[in-house]
């Protein structure tokens, strides 16, 4: 499968690797839209969350489980985590994952 994810999973393309067990993967986003902007995914292939959810329950969880210990390695007391599902809503990338954005302040509701 022709997966940017996969590949960067698999070492064919280089990443800044944050942290990497047997069942995640988390890399600096290459165009981060904040001071920390990481991308935590699943190091099997799934279109979006949802399906990690669907057909692996404690993966999704181990998904946000790391956003949280990143963020607590990073000394993160507030940070966004986010997931785009389709492209309507942003998703660039068809393969799973959560982005964990820190080090600025986020406004909510946006706009
Ligand atoms: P999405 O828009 O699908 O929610 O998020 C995809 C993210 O992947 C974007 O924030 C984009 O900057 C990031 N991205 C796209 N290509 C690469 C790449 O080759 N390397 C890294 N590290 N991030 C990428
Ligand atoms: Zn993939």
């Not at 839209?33 to 699943?42: D, E």
């Not at 492209?87 to 600025?104: C, E, M, P, T, Y």
Request: charged share 10%; proline share 5%; hydrophobic share 45%.
């Amino acid at each position: 499968m022709d997966c940017l994810f996969c590949k960067i999973v698999a070492g064919q393309i280089p990443a800044s690797i944050v942290k990497s067990t047997n069942l995640i993967t988390a890399f600096n986003d290459i165009t981060p839209q904040a001071p920390t902007h990481i991308l935590i995914i699943p190091n099997q292939h799934f279109a979006n969350m949802a399906e990690v959810a669907q057909s692996n329950l404690e993966l999704a969880g181990e998904i946000f489980k790391t956003a949280g210990e990143i963020a607590s390695e990073l000394g993160l007391d507030s940070y966004r985590t986010n997931v785009n599902t389709g492209a309507g809503a942003g998703q660039s990338v068809f393969h799973a994952h959560l982005h964990l954005l820190g080090g600025r302040s986020f406004a909510w509701p946006p706009g």
